[in-house]
């Protein structure tokens, strides 16, 4: 195996900072701040979400206080019941933990007193017309997402047939060449040389180019190329799930090679296995179409044809009735062309 | 495998000339060559993913290279870090 699947450094982020959660949610959870830009450096890290109704009554034990706090309309409507004196009292209450930050939901109205103790206490509010369980998802999914396992692979990803297919092996045995003739018949590349994976939930790999490289890609011999200025919008993606790794090799008489393709080979990556073919190359060969193949067939095991499989049943069955090698069509029908 | 650290020296940082210098002195050996930065690892025989490090001048990156020829390859590569590329160092 090359050294490119081999040990992948895995990272994890170990906190983003308030600022960079509004900067990437503001526009599209139409997100704004109460307090000027105060408690922006202040760092987020954990996954998850936290209405703290709890600790604003009082109870504070296991009080997950290092989470994003949601202010929904049950505490709102808690601390509106409350005289001023005992929603301060509330509000300290949860100050009183280094919380990360607020995000109240529904435009709901807090006092100036309240987000003056907040701002004391440099802590952000943010406020939202989303409802409570909408920004759940969509604040829970970035955090998801920008916690989550990532690796980089050194490999082409290409969009084959709607299969994500990364192509990997030694540099220089031809990933951007096979790569180009796929988006050259149709196909879409979604990151060359420079592959970002992340994992997604459990046993999901979703994979994108970098901000820097986009979908430039470099030809031994020519250079830098930029797909999307030659190919068009159609010729690229921004994301892709990978589902398969085909692995370019230098064919070799000692190394063995699937002959029938019953024994699946897997790899993991991020902890996540998916099909792994080893394609040795030599003169002659159409790397580019046995890539759509291999795309193709995937598609067939996935709606659950597995043609090693049918194939040797097939053979099972003609042993079992001893009709070796007959022809497999009886009678031409007056056909003599 | 071999291990090494190093820093950018030139002032224009590892922009597009040095990464095409640093790639072709790399494709000369046989050895595996994998630059880390930020928690991230390029193959530091791929142009694209030496160019996506962005790396500015001051920023260190973690060398490493395995195969048979490793020894002079983390030698070669090691002296064009120090030489800033042969570019202004201020």
């Known amino acids: ?337 | 495998m071999i291990e090494r650290e190093v820093t950018i020296r030139n002032r224009a940082g590892l922009h597009t000339r040095p990464a095409a210098s640093l790639v072709k002195l790399a494709a000369k050996f046989k050895a595996e060559f994998f630059i880390e930065k930020d928690g991230f690892e390029i193959n530091g025989k791929s142009i694209i993913g030496v160019m996506t490090l962005a790396a500015e001048q001051g920023s260190k990156l973690h060398l490493k290279f395995s195969g048979e020829d490793e020894e002079e390859m983390a030698r070669a590569v090691v002296a064009l870090f120090d030489q800033g590329f042969g570019e202004p160092m201020q």
């Open chain 1, 1 to 337: 195996m090359s050294m490119a699947l081999e040990n992948l450094k895995e990272t994890r982020k170990q906190s983003i900072t308030v600022g960079f959660l509004y900067e990437r949610n503001r526009e599209r959870l139409r997100m704004r701040c109460l307090n000027g830009e105060t408690g922006f450096e202040k760092e987020i890290r954990d996954k998850n979400i936290h209405r703290p109704g709890l600790a604003l009554a009082g109870y504070t034990e296991l009080f997950t206080y290092d989470r994003v706090q949601v202010f929904g309309n049950t505490e709102i409507r808690y601390l509106q019941h409350l005289s001023l004196e005992e929603r301060i009292r509330a509000f300290d209450r949860i100050f009183q933990f280094d919380v990360p930050c607020i995000i109240i939901t529904n435009d709901n109205q807090i006092d100036d007193e309240l987000i003056r103790i907040a701002t004391e206490r440099q802590v952000a509010i943010l406020i939202t017309p989303f409802e409570t369980t909408k920004l759940v998802y969509f604040v829970g999914d970035f955090l998801d997402d920008q916690f989550s396992p990532q690796t980089v692979i050194h490999g082409s990803f290409i969009d084959v047939y709607g299969i994500g297919v990364v192509l990997v092996g030694r540099s220089g045995i031809g990933k951007s060449e096979v790569a180009l003739d796929l988006v050259e018949r149709g196909h879409r590349l979604v990151a060359d040389d420079v592959v970002m994976i992340t994992r997604k939930g459990e046993g999901i790999l979703i994979g994108a180019g970098t901000d820097v490289v986009k979908h430039f890609m470099e030809i031994r011999g020519l250079g830098l190329i930029d797909i999307r200025s030659i190919f068009g919008i159609r010729s690229i993606r921004f994301q892709k799930r990978v589902e398969v790794v085909v692995e370019l090799q230098e064919w070799s008489r000692d190394m063995e090679y699937t002959r029938t393709g019953l024994d699946h080979d897997n790899i993991a990556i991020l902890g996540v296995e998916i099909p792994h073919v080893k394609l040795p190359i030599f003169p002659g060969k159409n790397i580019t179409v046995i890539v759509e193949v291999i795309a193709l067939d995937y598609l067939l095991k996935h709606y659950g044809y597995d043609a090693a499989k049918e194939f040797s049943k097939r053979l099972d069955a003609a042993i079992a009735e001893k009709s070796k090698g007959k022809r497999s069509v009886d009678y031409f029908e007056h056909d003599f062309e």
